[in-house]
């Protein structure tokens, strides 16, 4: 009888492969400086054009350099949130720890973004709509996004049991995926204030190209920099984890000796 492992047991030794705690702070730091370097070299270049040199959009004037920040926030945000779905569903299948970590360490971060997203569509919304706030679809559902997001953070730190924590903040993960199409079909949907979306078109975007390659370069430059931060918040757990571990190794070798 042959000694290979079931089809479906494979998915799960690669997993387990790649994503030990010993190979992923290897892999990770090497992966970090360079990933950091991009970030910090793609917005410096990214925010100088957008902020100062793209040229004002002919109907919303200087305002429109709000978005150069607000989309990218956006489309992170609800990217970001599609990683904690995928993510939380693995630690949910495989019960890998750093899958777990890697949720953990996710939803603050996606919650900031999230949370800019919010306050420069208000800034956005006064000059262009006159008012900061208004009971949209596509407002309230990212307004729900960012209550996911953090119930997620605090739902995981909630239990003296990670593991059982872990669990919860997957379960709502999960569920909570399903405000992802409600944020990005709102605008069609239904008869929103908020404008549609400027880039669906592929051959034809709504912006101009002076407007848009910046906006471009920018969400490349957060995006990465998203990225960057969001692994090392890992790596300093996962280092942190292991300093705990090797502290109640030491106390019970005290305790027996």
């Given amino acids: 009888m042959s000694n290979a492992p079931f089809p479906a047991a494979r998915p799960a030794a690669a997993l387990h492969r790649f994503a030990n705690p010993g190979q992923f702070l290897r892999l ?8 950091a370097g991009a970030a910090v070299l793609v917005l410096a ?13 002919w109907q919303q004037g200087e305002t429109v350099r709000i978005m150069y920040l607000h989309v990218p926030m956006a489309w992170l945000g609800m990217g970001g949130y599609a990683g904690l779905a995928l ?5 949910l299948v495989w019960r890998h720890p750093l899958a777990d970590l890697a949720c953990r360490e996710l939803s603050p971060v996606g919650a900031a973004v999230t949370a800019l ?30 209550f996911l997001w953090l119930g997620h953070a605090a739902l995981v730190r909630a239990f003296d049991d990670p593991e059982r924590g872990a669990r919860m903040g997957a379960i709502l993960a999960l569920v909570g995926a399903a405000n992802l199409p409600v944020v990005k079909f709102s605008v069609d949907w239904w008869n929103t204030l908020h404008q549609p979306a400027s880039l669906t078109r592929v051959n034809a975007p709504a912006l101009h190209v002076d407007i848009l390659y910046p906006l471009l370069a920018c969400t490349l430059g957060f995006s990465l920099a998203f990225a960057a ?25 005290a305790e027996n000796s």
Avoid at 28 to 35: A, D, E, F, Q
Avoid at 45 to 57: K, V
């Fill in 28 to 35: 990770s730091g090497r992966v970090l400086p360079w990933l």
């Fill in 45 to 57: 270049l990214a925010l100088p054009w957008a902020l100062a040199f793209s040229p004002p959009d």
């Fill in 87 to 91: 993510t939380s569903a693995v630690a």
């Fill in 117 to 146: 997203c919010l306050a420069t569509g208000s800034l956005w919304g006064k000059p262009m709509w006159g008012t900061w706030w208004v009971w949209d679809a596509r407002l309230t559902s990212v307004l729900v996004l960012f």
């Fill in 229 to 253: 931060v969001v692994l090392f918040r890992v790596r300093a757990a996962v280092m942190e984890r292991r300093v705990r571990a090797l502290q109640m190794a030491a106390a019970r070798r």
